[in-house]
Each structure stands twice: as structure tokens, then as C-alpha cells.
């Protein structure tokens, strides 16, 4: 016989299934550092993961940041971020800008390499876990790219029928003269 299900009965055996786990990771120094994390990735966060980058970048071409950003190049700090963020409990919160914030992510993506500590947060993960919430991040981030491509072209179109349109009728034509 199986358990009930509840709102309250659910929730329990979520947390259950990603409870944190703590784990004490030496650095290169010797310094042992306590973090929380979600060993078995709860995949509810892996939108809000997509998100966040989607956002970030659009706040950094508002701030006219674009030219030195390089999605491409970024996108990997940009996903350890945000595992991090989600999935450790290491508080991780935006500055007041955006191009500040991406600036305070590849400071603590240094500090973290430098000591050693990339390697060991990302072999708390299951690997499974890992590979999977990898795997959807990736689509889910495509996906929502263009969607949000789609929907800029779409807007940028209508904009460019109206103002042909408006200059259409606000030239008259004139008479030839013979």
C-alpha cells in the first residue's frame, strides 16, 4: 500500500529527495570550507537558472556592456553561478548593476579556482544529476534565446510597418508640372 497523497505528503518527500548535505572542502591552503548542497539537482530551478542568464544578459546590452560581453565565451561561469546559486548554499545576490554584478560572478569563479574549490564543489553533485540538469539547462536556454529572438523580431517589424506607414502618409504627392 502506498501513501497518501497530500500537498503535505509531497512536499515532505521533496525535501527529503533534495535535502542538503553538508560537506567540508579543503582548499588548496589547507583550509576547510563547510558548504550545504543539493547532491541530486532538483530540476525545479533549472528555468529559473535559464532565466537569470537571460536576464543578466539583456540588463548588460541595456547598459551598453554588450560589446565586452561575450555569451559564448561567459555562458559556462554564467551556469556555475547559478548551480551555485541554487544548489549550494553559497548566497549569491546581484549588485546594483549588471555589468557590476557579472564583474562581483568572475571574482568569486577566480577566488573559487584559485583555491581549488570549482573541482571539489562540482564532485559533490551526483553525477547523473549533474549530466541531466546540464543537459536541460542547455535546451531550455536555447529554447527560451529564441523565443525571446523571435519575439524581438516580431516587435521590431511591427515598429518598422508603423513608421513606414507614418512617412507613407505624411508625404503628399506632388503635381508634375509639363
Given at each position: 500500500?502506498?501513501?497518501?497523497?497530500?500537498a503535505?505528503?509531497?512536499?515532505?518527500?521533496?525535501?527529503?529527495?533534495?535535502?542538503?548535505?553538508?560537506?567540508?572542502?579543503?582548499?588548496?591552503?589547507?583550509?576547510?570550507?563547510?558548504?550545504?548542497?543539493?547532491?541530486?539537482?532538483?530540476?525545479?530551478?533549472?528555468?529559473?537558472m535559464?532565466?537569470?542568464?537571460?536576464?543578466?544578459?539583456?540588463?548588460?546590452?541595456q547598459?551598453?556592456?554588450?560589446?565586452?560581453?561575450d555569451?559564448?565565451?561567459?555562458?559556462?561561469?554564467?551556469?556555475f553561478?547559478?548551480?551555485?546559486?541554487?544548489?549550494?548554499?553559497?548566497?549569491?545576490?546581484?549588485?546594483?548593476?549588471?555589468?557590476?554584478?557579472?564583474?562581483?560572478?568572475?571574482?568569486?569563479?577566480?577566488?573559487?579556482?584559485?583555491?581549488?574549490?570549482?573541482?571539489?564543489?562540482?564532485n559533490?553533485?551526483?553525477?547523473?544529476?549533474?549530466?541531466?540538469?546540464?543537459k536541460?539547462?542547455?535546451?531550455?536556454?536555447?529554447?527560451?534565446?529564441?523565443?525571446?529572438?523571435?519575439?524581438?523580431?516580431?516587435?521590431?517589424?511591427?515598429?518598422?510597418?508603423?513608421?513606414?506607414?507614418?512617412?507613407?502618409?505624411?508625404?503628399?504627392?506632388t503635381?508634375?508640372?509639363?
Amino acid at each position: 500500500m502506498g501513501k497518501k497523497l497530500s500537498a503535505t505528503a509531497v512536499n515532505s518527500a521533496a525535501k527529503k529527495a533534495y535535502a542538503l548535505k553538508e560537506f567540508h572542502l579543503e582548499d588548496v591552503m589547507g583550509e576547510v570550507w563547510d558548504v550545504e548542497i543539493d547532491t541530486r539537482m532538483n530540476p525545479n530551478y533549472v528555468v529559473d537558472m535559464a532565466q537569470n542568464i537571460i536576464t543578466l544578459t539583456a540588463l548588460l546590452s541595456q547598459e551598453g556592456e554588450v560589446d565586452n560581453f561575450d555569451l559564448e565565451k561567459h555562458w559556462t561561469l554564467l551556469y556555475f553561478i547559478e548551480v551555485l546559486r541554487y544548489y549550494t548554499s553559497v548566497e549569491i545576490k546581484p549588485k546594483k548593476t549588471a555589468t557590476e554584478t557579472l564583474g562581483a560572478y568572475i571574482n568569486l569563479m577566480n577566488s573559487l579556482n584559485s583555491l581549488g574549490l570549482v573541482e571539489k564543489i562540482t564532485n559533490c553533485f551526483d553525477e547523473d544529476a549533474r549530466r541531466n540538469t546540464f543537459k536541460v539547462f542547455s535546451e531550455v536556454l536555447v529554447e527560451m534565446s529564441g523565443f525571446v529572438t523571435n519575439e524581438i523580431n516580431k516587435a521590431v517589424t511591427e515598429h518598422n510597418e508603423v513608421e513606414v506607414f507614418e512617412v507613407e502618409d505624411a508625404v503628399e504627392p506632388t503635381e508634375e508640372v509639363e
